[in-house]
T-cell receptor, first 117, second 110 residues
Framework: DSGVTQTPKHLITATGQRVTLRCSPRSGDLSVYWYQQSLDQGLQFLIQ???????AKGNILERFSAQQFPDLHSELNLSSLELGDSALYFC????????????????FGEGSRLTVL | SQQGEEDPQALSIQEGENATMNCSYK?????LQWYRQNSGRGLVHLIL?????REKHSGRLRVTLDTSKKSSSLLITASRAADTASYFC??????????FGKGITLSVRP
């Protein structure tokens, strides 16, 4: 058990809909990362938050948005869903290390499997 | 785009044999990490090697880093059926982003 909790574990929805994925990081971790894993694209970095602020941005679509709340949990919002958004979405957390620019070990949740029909 | 590229894409070995997996990357890094993923599960961190280190050991794992060649290798000695999983290398650059390769599928036959 990594200590990172993601909900829901599975989600089935229709095209055009909007969903919210939730992540609770390990106790004491300040950084939260979101990744998308699909068979064709592999593991793609979406976005990172550190102590409530956006720190790094990856291949996140404009239809997707995220935020980290004062209690450090994070939510990833996916809207206007398309078939191609079907994937496993992972949240990971880390303390941040001695410098937020020196990424250390990430602790991953078990993922939220999104199926768009 | 992916920073790290693992090689081979798939590896099948007999239990007790050693498994060697390679990773190449393109830009300068602060550290390189290896992760393991059992089918459909979350990734689990195995080992981290910093850019000023050349070799690191952890149990049956040995990782090397050659920054001049921008490559790393992960050796799993005396493999077990339970080592069957996907293995990913990930590179951490100056922007705090950890970028993963596409992974290597390791099958260890009992």
């Amino acid at each position: 058990d990594s200590g990172v909790t993601q909900t829901p574990k599975h989600l089935i929805t229709a095209t055009g809909q909007r969903v919210t994925l939730r992540c609770s990081p390990r106790s004491g971790d300040l950084s939260v990362y979101w990744y998308q894993q699909s068979l064709d694209q592999g593991l793609q970095f979406l976005i990172q938050y550190y102590n409530g602020e956006e720190r790094a941005k990856g291949n996140i679509l404009e239809r997707f948005s995220a935020q980290q709340f004062p209690d450090l949990h994070s939510e990833l919002n996916l809207s206007s869903l398309e078939l191609g958004d079907s994937a496993l979405y992972f949240c990971a957390s880390s303390f941040g290390g001695t410098s937020v620019w020196n990424t250390g070990e990430l602790f991953f949740g078990e993922g939220s499997r999104l199926t768009v029909l | 785009s992916q920073q790290g590229e693992e090689d081979p894409q798939a590896l099948s070995i007999q239990e007790g044999e050693n498994a060697t997996m390679n990773c190449s990357y393109k830009t300068s890094i602060n550290n390189l990490q290896w992760y393991r993923q059992n089918s459909g599960r979350g990734l689990v961190h195995l080992i981290l090697i910093r850019s000023n280190e050349r070799e690191k050991h952890s149990g049956r794992l040995r990782v090397t880093l050659d920054t001049s060649k921008k490559s790393s290798s992960l050796l799993i000695t005396a493999s077990r059926a339970a080592d069957t999983a996907s293995y990913f290398c990930a590179t951490a650059g100056a922007n705090s982003k950890l970028t993963f390769g596409k992974g290597i599928t390791l099958s260890v036959r009992p």
